[in-house]
């Protein structure tokens, strides 16, 4: 016994929407955060920051750039998040203070702008 199968276009059979071996357009990877943890800490002592991006960095990985807006915390001027890797964390470390300073700390990538804060105390 011989059995043919016919798919005609527009009758429910298969009609790829994209061409063969193709995949959809992936979407560009952006910077979705910025934290600090703990979001307070004693001068002289170190806090962890973690840039994130909305997912997987690709190829050699993506470079964040880093930068406080005062000297009482120090960051490092970029960090790298890894081929497959959504997040890193980096050090942020402090000085010495008298008085309560809330520190700005933003991360760039790709155009996206993401900001946080840190408060070193006494």
């Keep these: 016994?011989?059995?043919?199968?016919?798919?005609?276009?527009?009758?429910?059979g298969f009609e790829p929407s994209e061409p063969p071996g193709?995949?959809?357009t992936p979407r560009p990877v952006s910077l979705t955060d910025l934290r600090v943890s703990?979001?307070?800490v004693a001068g002289g002592s170190s806090?962890?920051?973690?840039?994130?991006l909305s997912s997987t960095a690709g190829?050699?990985?993506?470079?964040?750039?880093l930068v406080s807006n005062s000297a009482v915390a120090r960051v490092p001027s970029s960090v790298v998040i890894p081929a497959g890797s959504e997040s890193a964390n980096f050090s942020v470390t402090t000085e010495r203070v008298s008085s309560t300073v809330t520190v700005g700390l933003t991360a760039t990538y790709a155009g996206g702008t993401?900001?946080?804060?840190?408060?070193v105390t006494p």
Excluded: I
């Excluded at 806090?47 to 994130?52: I, Q």
């Excluded at 190829?59 to 750039?65: H, I, R, S």
């Design 1 to 12: 016994m011989l059995l043919y199968v016919v798919v005609l276009p527009g009758c429910g």
């Design 47 to 52: 806090a962890t920051a973690t840039a994130v």
């Design 114 to 119: 993401r900001s946080t804060s840190l408060a």
């Design 38 to 40: 703990p979001q307070a």
């Design 59 to 65: 190829g050699n990985g993506v470079t964040v750039a």
């Design 22 to 24: 193709t995949g959809p």
